[in-house]
């Protein structure tokens, strides 16, 4: 099993400003997901965590503004950058592997206004 | 890509009975089942890695239909505690390696 902590929980950003997620987990993993989820949808992905490599980015989503660290096997960031309330959603963290059950932070409210 | 999960809502009684599809449009590499609550990270439930695969713990089980591409959680005799979103998740193997979930089913149990 795999416990992560993600900080911060909530947030409420300016318009314009940047806010950057950091998840830590108790383990060393290789994989490490980072996912948005508005109000009543499911979990859309973002991007794949690789470590010491670029993250590897889902349709839709781009590194400029949502660039992504993964300086370990244990630690992962993402940044949303010049936020729009469009970005107001619970983003999540979350690591697995192949045939395993996927194991999640608690997620950041994130409210930009 | 997504799975595709009906119904998309469901209310039930306590004690009644209730089941949950996942279809996908690809072939299903392995089926995850999760829970979420309000406010919560979606919590594991049970996987099927084997077509005809059928799991299942307390009163909660799972059958996987590997050619058919689909996946059901079957609930039964209901508790309060079920209520919450369901998703279905799969693992994407082909070029990168990702998780994906299906659209989500809101299920709520009434006293």
């Known amino acids: 099993s795999a416990v992560i902590s993600q900080k911060p929980s909530r947030d409420i950003c300016q318009r314009g400003t940047s806010l950057t997620i950091q998840c830590q987990v108790d383990?060393?993993?290789?994989?490490m997901f980072w996912y948005r989820q508005q109000p009543g949808q499911s979990l859309t992905l973002i991007a794949t965590?690789?470590?010491?490599?670029?993250?590897?980015?889902e349709s839709g989503f781009v590194i400029d503004k949502f660039p992504i660290s993964r300086p370990n096997l244990t630690f992962s960031t993402l940044t949303v950058s010049n936020m729009s309330p469009e970005d107001s959603s619970i983003y999540l963290c979350s690591v697995g592997g192949e045939n395993t059950e996927a194991f999640f932070g608690q997620g950041t409210r994130l409210t930009v206004v | 890509q997504q799975p595709v999960q009906s119904p998309q809502a469901v209310i039930l009684r306590e004690g009644e009975d209730a089941v949950i599809n996942c279809s996908s449009s690809k072939a299903l590499y392995s089926v995850h089942w999760y829970r979420q609550k309000h406010g919560e990270a979606p919590v594991f439930l049970m996987i099927?890695?084997?077509?005809?695969e059928q799991k299942g713990h307390d009163k909660i089980s799972a059958s996987f239909n590997e050619k058919k591409q689909q996946s059901s959680l079957y609930l039964t005799a209901s508790q309060l505690s079920y209520s919450g979103t369901y998703f279905c998740g799969t693992e994407i193997t082909s070029g990168t390696y990702k998780y994906i979930f299906g659209t989500g089913t809101r299920l709520k149990v009434l006293a």
């Open positions: 965590a690789n470590q010491g490599s670029e993250a590897t980015y």
């Open positions: 099927l890695l084997k077509g005809g």
């Open positions: 383990s060393q993993v290789t994989m």
